[in-house]
């Protein structure tokens, strides 16, 4: 379901780890926190 809404350039596991990331990062949920562990979990 996500796929379909990214263009098909975008690796599977790039945007798996973006779920996962995004997941872990909002329980840290301190705004500046979240951002800088999105860049952590994303690169």
């Known amino acids: ?5 990214y263009p098909v350039k975008m690796k599977w596991k790039q945007l798996l780890k973006l779920y996962i990331g995004r997941n872990k990062c909002r329980r840290e949920m301190l705004q500046q926190e979240y951002r800088s562990c999105m860049y952590r979990e994303t690169r």
């Open 1 to 5: 379901m996500l796929a379909q809404a």
